[in-house]
């Protein structure tokens, strides 16, 4: 059973810098594609930025020249870099996976991230 985890979040100060892990386990295959996602209080869940195995990324407009996606193939471990961080960017972050021949989305449990003085 795929399983996504999760690590890094936390506390930071407007102006700081937080690194995201999420290590996807129990498939034999490695993610064709994984993600970061995030959820502020009363708004919807967002994309943050995403990854193919190749290495292409997109961004939200919100979080670019920021925020820097990139993944270890032989860890199946996608990380997300985070710059310059402001309070709009306080939101519970959740990795995202997709498997070849399956359009089923993987999830992981979620890391708050606070940005605040």
């Known amino acids: 059973q795929v399983q996504l985890v999760e690590s890094g979040g936390g506390l930071v100060q407007p102006g700081g810098s937080l690194r995201l892990s999420c290590a996807a386990s129990?498939?034999?295959?490695?993610?064709?594609?994984m993600g970061w996602y995030r959820q502020a209080p009363g708004k919807e869940r967002e994309l943050v930025a995403r990854?193919?195995?190749?290495?292409?990324?997109n961004y939200a407009d919100s979080v670019k020249g920021r925020f820097t996606i990139s993944r270890d193939n032989a860890k199946n471990t996608v990380y997300l870099q985070m710059n310059s961080l402001n309070a709009e960017d306080t939101a519970v972050y959740y990795c995202?996976?997709?498997?070849?021949?399956?359009?089923?989305?993987?999830w992981g449990q979620g890391t708050q991230v606070t940005v605040s003085s």
């Open positions: 995202q996976a997709n498997y070849v021949g399956s359009t089923r989305d993987y």
């Open positions: 129990g498939s034999a295959f490695s993610p064709t594609a």
């Open positions: 990854i193919t195995r190749s290495g292409s990324t």
